[in-house]
């Protein structure tokens, strides 16, 4: 018998931050779950793969905001602007459409999905070019609010986590009937994890995290926690924040309670698990495990523009609190714990999480193989 030819699913990101390559691996492990080994799926960094002049770029995203996510900001509402996207678009093109379409030509996959906004224009005329019919979803990774360059009416479907952000996706074009919404793209294993039950004789643990850059003031908020004479557990993920990890290890030692100091893993769902609150950046991919681990959130810093709707999202969900400064954020987690509305806000994450997201959208994937 000749061998059957697996279908060939191409899912197109770039390694700004890590929530988008965790949104894509997330989509990987549910369609794998829900039908092993039916599928060839190939992750494919756009811009690593296909022009290292643009990579350059998406390389300056850890460094500008870890340094100045102010110019991050600015640079996020300038592009907001249809005419100077296509600019943009124009101005790209030269550097990635023969390249990206040499790609899609190769591999004749019978499905393309992004979940990176930056490669959305260019996909659609590189689908174009190849001359192939191909279907092309984009997960949008986004929760809430989200930019203009995420969105070509052209795409054959859009999936969202939220009904403000179909409301968004619509408003910049997309045509209703093709925009779903589902939940935002999480691990299945966040789903499985979401067993572990913590008792009353673990010590109340806090985690940290600053998305997969380690972003934030994790190190001036442990200080404060170390002032305050805290009486549980921090657990920090430091993700690919070289320094910020070893100036932490280096600490860990002088403080009263137990630090534990994490490098970037791969076992963010088993950490969530034996957690109990989280303080984090409002990244979307971190915001959305966290709920689905019944986790109530203490938000320390976004980026502006992108991550802005996030931490409304949080606070009008009663999900969390918000501050940047670190003395009150140890002041906030003491009174949220006594004051009852830790209890609350686990209570309403009950009611917006979607563990299962990865799931639906690997089922709404499945319509187009
Ligand atoms: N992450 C991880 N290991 C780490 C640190 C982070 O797998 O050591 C993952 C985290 O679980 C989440 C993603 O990286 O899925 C971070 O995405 P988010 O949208 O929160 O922030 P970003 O890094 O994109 O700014």
Request: overall charge positive; some cysteine; hydrophobic content about 40%.
């Amino acid at each position: 018998m000749p061998p059957v030819m697996k279908k060939k699913v191409l899912y197109l990101f770039s390694d700004t931050g890590g929530g988008h390559r965790s949104a894509a691996n997330a989509i990987i492990k549910a369609v794998e779950y829900l039908r092993p080994g039916r599928y060839n799926q190939e992750m494919v960094d756009a811009f690593a793969q296909c022009s290292s002049f643009l990579n350059v770029f998406a390389k300056l995203y850890a460094p500008v905001i870890k340094y100045s996510p102010e110019l991050w900001g600015l640079l996020y509402y300038w592009l907001d602007d249809q005419k100077k996207l296509a600019q943009l678009e124009k101005i790209s093109r030269p550097f990635i459409l023969k390249d990206l379409t040499k790609l899609i030509t190769a591999r004749r996959p019978e499905l393309i999905v992004s979940v990176h906004p930056m490669v959305n224009h260019l996909t659609v005329q590189a689908i174009r070019a190849s001359g192939l019919k191909i279907p092309f979803v984009v997960v949008i990774t986004d929760p809430v609010t989200l930019h203009r360059a995420w969105i070509k009416p052209e795409t054959d479907l859009v999936i969202v986590g939220t009904k403000e952000a179909r409301q968004n996706a619509v408003s910049y074009g997309m045509p209703e009937k093709k925009v779903k919404v589902i939940g935002m793209p999480i691990d299945p294993k966040f789903l499985i994890a979401q067993k572990t039950k913590r008792t009353k004789e673990d010590k109340f643990t806090i985690l940290l995290m600053g998305g997969g850059e380690g972003a934030g003031k994790m190190g001036e908020i442990i200080k404060e926690f170390g002032k305050a004479r805290f009486d549980g557990r921090l657990i920090a993920i430091c993700g690919r924040n070289k320094s910020l990890e070893e100036e932490l290890k280096k600490k860990a030692a002088g403080f009263s309670f137990e630090l534990e100091v994490i490098g970037f893993t791969d076992q963010v769902p088993e950490i969530m698990g034996r957690s109990d609150l989280i303080i984090t950046k409002a990244g979307p991919g971190t915001i959305a495990e966290a709920l689905a681990k019944n986790l109530p959130i203490i938000i320390t810093s976004w980026l502006p523009g992108q991550e802005e709707g996030n931490v409304d999202y949080v606070v009008k969900e009663k999900v969390g609190k918000v501050s940047k400064d670190p003395k009150k954020v140890v002041e906030l987690v003491n009174r949220i714990r006594v004051s009852g509305e830790f209890e609350a806000m686990k209570k309403n994450i009950k009611r917006v999480s979607r563990p299962d997201a990865a799931l639906g959208i690997a089922k709404e994937l499945f319509k187009y193989l």
